[in-house]
């Protein structure tokens, strides 16, 4: 009865949102408990109950290992997929600093963009001209005389 359940569990374990690690020890613990019960497990069939469990991003190397011709230990399967994986998520952290850089920089374009007058000078710089300006005026008020003293 116990070997069913074990055989019925491999057949149907997912990875999900495991580890791919957690995910390759599930798997070689159930085929191990088979084994130990009932009789041992082929590469080609615990190749198969892995690769049958695998999510969406791993569907470009589960068609090549479908295609060879020979079989795989579960020790170079395990290496195949941890190396995927490791690829996965390399790929996936060059993409995700790519988004921010590009964020970054369109952030900081309609930024500037935003606050250019027609002339072309950015906001900042007649911001700047404008202080300028008003100091100067107010310096040279300073210097003439006040004609509103009686």
């Given amino acids: 009865m116990r070997a069913m359940q074990f055989k019925e569990e491999i057949t149907l374990i997912k990875r999900k949102n495991r580890l791919i690690l957690e995910y390759l020890h599930a798997v070689k613990a159930l085929a191990d408990k088979i084994t130990l019960i009932?009789?041992?497990?082929?590469?080609?069939?615990?190749?198969?109950?892995?690769?049958?469990?695998?999510?969406?991003?791993?569907?470009?190397?589960?068609?090549?290992?479908?295609?060879?011709?020979?079989?795989?230990?579960?020790?170079?399967?395990?290496?195949?997929?941890v190396g995927h994986d490791s690829y996965l998520r390399r790929l996936q952290t060059t993409t995700q600093q790519l988004m921010v850089m590009t964020n970054y920089t369109n952030c900081r374009t309609s930024f500037k963009s935003s606050y250019q007058k027609d002339n072309g000078k950015p906001f900042w710089s007649l911001y700047n001209q404008g202080q300028d300006r008003d100091l100067r005026s107010q310096y040279q008020t300073l210097g003439q005389p006040n004609n509103n003293k009686k």
């Fill in 38 to 81: 009932d009789h041992p497990i082929s590469d080609d069939d615990l190749t198969l109950y892995i690769l049958n469990g695998l999510i969406f991003d791993f569907r470009d190397i589960t068609a090549s290992i479908r295609k060879r011709g020979k079989s795989l230990s579960f020790e170079e399967l395990y290496d195949l997929l």
